[in-house]
């Protein structure tokens, strides 16, 4: 793909005005419009917000590459702009933005969303293009020198091409790169590798694990010749291929940012040997290492909420509603007896499922079985939620334990680790130690939390409220909300208690209700888009969709935040002092006719909602008109 069959030359901006964020989104979607290029501004601004709250598009080295598909977008187009002051983009590395990307690209036309993203994101690895960009004083010259590079580009895989013919003198290394979005760092890596391999004589061949899957997949050949394996990414790979080679393992920014290092250790096979057993992580992962041991249990637990979510919902709603058939037809109902014991039967497996998808996470495929175990015998001896976490936790490191014991095995009888040895021994000791150990001990420690927790005082109900509905508006769908969210699903699960379900959920719908409430009332303090985006976080908002609110987050991170926490932290301890109680994990408001006192619990939304909208929209400053 030419990059210059997209960069139009009219709608370039080559002295951008704004110097914050949002206002030069603004200006370049402005451009676009004017051109018409886009057909819905609110609906294209929106898109780009999203993509941002997810991850900067400020890639660094003052680099932005905002981008959005989607169906008020007309015909493919890339507008390029140009700040001479810098821009505060939020960027990766922190450093002001100069140059923008605002790839804009019609819904449904994936493969040119990807392959331009790509095709941008190796021109920009070259600094020296980067560099007569940043100079470049007219529409002409921007596009002469995208020509120019991309006959440079066009020639290095040209030189791959036939440099897959391996010089034996030259050291031969293989790479993967892979970033958690799958587009920009994972194709940046590769270029710089590429780049600095040539320049060092050594031979590469890099797999890239795109959005749109691997490409230039490594051959067996091309492993088994290889000095060692690089991998530079920022998420998981599967390294079983590379067992018995030198493995380095590496965050893609080091892909970009610490080439020479990566190869010299490479070529020198200056890295342990990866065993690969089924996930054991034994390669030179220096960053990984470094990083917060808070981060990795972060994850594991995510892994094992994420995939309990789903039985959650789906058996907690259920349930709720056959307790409402119930009060019309009756507990022998057929009806009431189906729904009842339909959610009831997908409760049964939500700590099991937690706890072997906890252990799934931290020592792969051999740490799922153990640790479901692990999970049902937390359930059968009382533990509850709290036991489930540590049966994950246990099951996993078992399973990581077993893999160092047995790691000097013959490989004759490598074939017996994951099909006899894992599952046997792995099973046995988590069940001891479950069974004995943990399991009387957390059954003590969750019938002691749940006694506590019935015999609350009011006062301390309302405080605890108000807490769990602070947190899910602190971070909107980050580590606190869902620490929150989890802490009441698990008392929710031991007790049937809904109580502090409806507290986090009041918590997690004042955010966006109190945005959309904000832009009626307060309409000279918002955009016209920021306007007609908040009128969708009305339905966000009464969905329990918390998420909603991320976008005007980001924009305003003090005014938003600060004003949603205090009206969550207010909604939830109301919800506490009226006694309302919801037993459905998930809903919003299409859940509150199964409510304990459903009309308290909507008081405490409307004044909580309330409280929120009027701090946030006086906090705020009125929008000078242009």
Sequence with gaps: MKITDLLRKDIMLLDLQATEKEAVIDEMIESLDKHGVITDVTEFKDAILKREAQTSTGLGDGIAMPHAKNKAVEKPTVLFAKSNKGVNYESLDGQPAYLFF?????DGANNTHLETLAALSRQLIDKNFVDSLKNAQSPEEIHALFDEE???VEEVERNDEQASQVDEENPFVVAITACPTGIAHTYMAEDALKKKAKEMNVDIRVETQGSDGAKNALSKDEIERANAVIIAASKKVDLDRFSGKHLIQRPVSDGINKTEELITKAVNKDAPVYQGDGGEKN?????EKSSSVWGGIYKDIMNGISHMLPFVVGG????????LVESFVGSE??????????GGNAFDFLIPIF????????????????????????VNSNAGFLGGLVAGFLAGYVVIWLKKVFRKLPKSLEGLKPILLYPVLGLFVTGLLMYFIFGPIFATINTAMVTFLENLGTGNAVILGAILGAMMAIDMGGPFNKAAYAFSIGI????GDGSLMAAVMAGGMIPPLAIALATTLFKNKFTESEKKSGLTNYIMGLSFVTEGAIPFAAADPLRVIGSSVLGAAIAGGLTQFFNTAIPAPHGGIFVIPLAENPLLFLLSLAIGMIISAVVLGVWRKPVKEK
């Design 102 to 106: 605002m790839i804009a690209v019609p």
């Design 333 to 342: 109902s057929t009806i009431f007896t189906f729904l009842n014991d339909l």
């Design 355 to 378: 706890a072997g998808f906890i252990a799934l996470s931290i020592a792969d495929r051999p740490g799922l079985m153990p640790g479901m175990v692990g999970g049902l015998i937390a």
């Design 492 to 495: 929710f699960t031991d007790t």
């Design 283 to 287: 390669a030179d992962n220096t960053e």
């Design 150 to 152: 991309q006959e440079a």
């Design 316 to 323: 907690g709603i259920l349930m709720a509603i056959s307790f």
